[in-house]
Nanobody, 116 residues
C-alpha cells in the first residue's frame, strides 16, 4: 500500500503564491512518476504538472511559466510551486503517483482558492 499526504493549500489573493507538497510512504520502491492534477467545480480533473523519476517534466499550457514542479527523491516528496496565481487556478489539487507496474495512487486533495 501507498499513502500520499498533501499539504500547502489555502486561500490566496490573485498574484500570490503557494507551495504544495506531497509525501509518499509505504511500498514506494518502484515509483515512476509523481504529479499534480486539479479539479474545479463542474469540470473534469486535469493534469497540472508531472515529473518522472528521470526528471522529465510536463506542464499544462495554462500554468507554464507560473508553476514549477520539483521533487526530493530522498524524502519521496514532490512539490508544486505556484506563482502569479489567478482565480481560474481555484480547484482541489490532487497528488498522483505512478508506478512502473502501471498502478497509481491519489492523495486526498487540497483546496486552493484564489480570490480577493
Amino acid at each position: 500500500q501507498v499513502q500520499l499526504v498533501e499539504s500547502g493549500g489555502g486561500l490566496v489573493q490573485p498574484g500570490g503564491s503557494l507551495r504544495l507538497s506531497c509525501t509518499a510512504s509505504g511500498s514506494i520502491f518502484s515509483i515512476y512518476a509523481m504529479g499534480w492534477y486539479r479539479q474545479a467545480p463542474g469540470k473534469q480533473r486535469e493534469l497540472v504538472a508531472r515529473i518522472t523519476r528521470g526528471g522529465s517534466i510536463n506542464y499544462a499550457d495554462s500554468v507554464k511559466g507560473r508553476f514549477t514542479i520539483f521533487r526530493d527523491n530522498a524524502k519521496n516528496t514532490v512539490y508544486l510551486q505556484m506563482n502569479t496565481l489567478k482565480p481560474e487556478d481555484t480547484a482541489v489539487y490532487y497528488c498522483n503517483t505512478e508506478f512502473v507496474n502501471g498502478d497509481d495512487y491519489w492523495g486526498q486533495g487540497t483546496q486552493v482558492t484564489v480570490s480577493s
